[in-house]
């Protein structure tokens, strides 16, 4: 039995998905079971259960059973404290095996970027009795979606990153990877950094969805604190602001400009391009 948690979310939906569709035994982990956002395949094969990282016995009825656990946290500095609580689930479990979904650059200058919030999370991974994998991806892809409704409505879409390239990845392939590590004692102690193939930039990305959506997109650039007044005034926690500010500006010197092999070494195939990423969800995008 495989605990997916983040099951409701970009990368655990495609996690549940993939485990249900190969007939693996799956628990999909949500605080609100009643509607939880699954593909059809996944509703009718998964079990549902109610867990909560603010809420230890509801983790401890998540985990009971299960014989490994994919640990996603949603982004933000409580990544710490739920990495720990579900850490605690598992090991007073005896669960056999932990994947945790961490970031790119965690543990080199973490201090700089959002990486920093999964440091204490991938030492307490690397520590337990549990065969762990880690996973450190990279921007997704899917992050382009909240341009879809300044397209949708002909505006410019926002750039927080100048040239700054990154190796965007698919997060099917992330999903894809933490499946091979689930389901495979290959890839027991690895770190794996995963990339798309090639390094892109906010501009590269438009000009991708140009071509893809054969369609007019400008592109308006904003400056950072800026970016981070306009999210405090949204109501984000400010410490949640400066972090997201100090990974944007870490991304726009170019210092997150790194492309690995991981994707292909795991699931022995090129990883997806942004191109097919886009053309695959055109219709997000009107
Ligand atoms: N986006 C990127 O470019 C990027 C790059 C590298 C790493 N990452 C890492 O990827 C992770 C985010 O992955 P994602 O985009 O797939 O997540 P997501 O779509 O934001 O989904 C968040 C998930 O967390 C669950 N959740 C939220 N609060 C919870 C709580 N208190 N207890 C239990 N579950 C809770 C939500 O489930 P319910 O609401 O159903 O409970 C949902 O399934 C972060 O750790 C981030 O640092 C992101």
């Known amino acids: 039995m495989i605990l997916v948690t983040g099951a409701t979310g970009t990368?655990?939906?495609?996690?549940?998905?993939?485990?249900?569709?190969?007939?693996?035994?799956v628990r999909a982990m949500t605080r609100k079971?009643?509607?939880?956002n699954l593909s059809a395949k996944a509703a009718e094969a998964a079990e549902?259960?109610?867990?909560?990282?603010?809420?230890?016995?509801?983790?401890?009825a998540a985990v009971a059973g299960a014989d490994a656990v994919f640990l996603l946290d949603a982004p933000g500095p409580w990544i710490e404290r739920h990495d720990l609580a579900m850490l605690d689930a598992v090991r007073s479990h005896g669960i056999g095996?932990?994947?945790?979904l961490s970031a790119?650059?965690?543990?080199?200058?973490?201090?700089?970027?959002?990486?920093?919030?999964?440091?204490?999370?991938?030492?307490?991974?690397?520590?337990?009795?549990?065969?762990?994998?880690?996973?450190?991806?990279?921007?997704?892809a899917s992050n382009t979606l909240r341009?879809?409704?300044?397209?949708?409505?002909?505006?410019?879409?926002?750039?927080?990153?100048?040239?700054?390239a990154q190796g965007?990845?698919?997060?099917?392939?992330?999903?894809?990877?933490?499946?091979?590590?689930?389901?495979?004692?290959?890839?027991?102690?690895?770190?794996?950094?995963?990339?798309?193939?090639?390094?892109?930039?906010?501009?590269?990305?438009?000009?991708?969805?140009?071509k893809v959506l054969n369609r007019p997109i400008e592109i308006v650039g904003v400056p950072l604190e800026e970016a981070k007044e306009q999210m405090i005034a949204a109501g984000l926690d400010p410490e949640f602001a400066e972090v997201a500010m100090r990974g944007q500006r870490f991304i726009a010197e170019g210092r997150n400009a790194e492309l690995?092999?991981?994707?292909?070494?795991?699931?022995?195939?090129?990883?997806?391009?942004?191109?097919?990423?886009?053309?695959?969800?055109?219709?997000?995008?009107g």
């Open 11 to 25: 990368i655990g939906t495609e996690v549940v998905r993939i485990l249900a569709e190969r007939g693996e035994r």
């Open 33 to 36: 079971p009643e509607g939880a």
């Open 48 to 60: 549902v259960v109610r867990g909560d990282f603010e809420d230890p016995d509801s983790l401890d």
């Open 97 to 100: 095996k932990v994947v945790k």
């Open 104 to 140: 790119i650059g965690t543990g080199e200058n973490s201090d700089l970027r959002v990486g920093g919030w999964h440091l204490p999370g991938e030492r307490a991974v690397r520590a337990g009795e549990a065969v762990w994998t880690i996973l450190r991806p990279s921007s997704f």
């Open 147 to 164: 341009w879809a409704p300044m397209i949708r409505a002909g505006q410019p879409v926002a750039n927080m990153t100048a040239n700054g």
């Open 168 to 210: 965007v990845v698919d997060p099917r392939d992330i999903a894809e990877v933490a499946v091979a590590a689930l389901t495979t004692p290959d890839h027991a102690g690895k770190t794996y950094t995963l990339t798309g193939p090639e390094l892109l930039s906010t501009p590269d990305q438009v000009e991708i969805l140009r």
């Open 260 to 285: 690995t092999t991981d994707v292909v070494t795991v699931l022995g195939r090129p990883a997806r391009s942004y191109e097919i990423w886009a053309d695959d969800h055109r219709a997000a995008f």
